[in-house]
């Protein structure tokens, strides 16, 4: 598996494009914005993009959807009860980035347990409600993306609409019980490893491992 991150948008999102180095497949997560900038990436690794992928519904993480879909025929895929949010700019935040352009429905959904095939390469979904109500982690071997449920140190807001503390906490919880050596790709600020945030995070309750 290669993965290249590309710091997108004015909330300075983490786009991960995710390649199977036998086959040439790729999948785009979380396009916030420029995605010229991610087609260029996408070009120069001659890859065949089959998903974009979308942690959540917010702006940062979807306003490159409808270029990227179009430029490359992938199917666009998203928790059901975040879909909604891509058909109204209030719900995805997109006022945040003073730019409200309209965003395409999702051509599928995907669920707690759900498996996304990018060539050799396998995506199991993990839900993980809390920072919005369909929020999920990608668990991709041992490197899970973890949108904006997990960030090194901290975790995702759950102070906007549908964000809810009760379900990050049980969020956390469940993705706490991967390997410790397990890679975090967070969706903002730098890359760590479950064993660290265990150790680390102030929100990771200690109790419960």
């Not at 998903?51 to 179009?70: C, F, Q």
């Not at 959904?109 to 993980?128: K, M, Q």
């Not at 410790?180 to 990771?204: M, Q």
Request: net charge neutral.
């Amino acid at each position: 598996m290669i993965v290249k991150t590309v710091v997108v948008g004015p909330l300075r999102t983490n786009c991960h494009v995710v390649a199977c180095e036998r086959t040439g497949c790729g999948a785009i997560i979380d396009p916030g914005f420029d995605a010229d900038e991610i087609a260029r990436i996408t070009d120069s690794m001659a890859l065949k993009i089959v998903s974009i992928l979308n942690t959540h519904g917010h702006a940062d993480h979807v306003m490159g959807n409808d270029p990227l879909r179009a430029r490359t025929g992938a199917a666009v895929m998203i928790h059901r009860d975040d879909a909604p949010a891509l058909l109204d700019a209030s719900r995805m935040f997109a006022l945040w980035t003073g730019l409200v352009v309209p965003v395409g429905a999702a051509d599928a959904f995907v669920e707690d347990g759900s498996v996304i095939r990018v060539g050799d390469l396998e995506f199991t979904v993990i839900h993980t409600p809390g920072h919005t109500p369909g929020s999920i982690c990608l668990l991709c071997g041992d490197t899970l993306f973890s949108g904006d449920t997990l960030f090194a140190g901290s975790v995702g807001r759950v102070d906007l609409p549908g964000g809810s503390g009760f379900d990050l906490e049980r969020s956390l919880e469940k993705i706490m019980t991967l390997a410790a050596k397990t890679r975090v790709l967070p969706g903002h600020g730098p890359a760590t490893t479950i064993g660290r945030e265990k150790r680390k995070n102030p929100f990771v309750r200690k109790d419960k491992f």
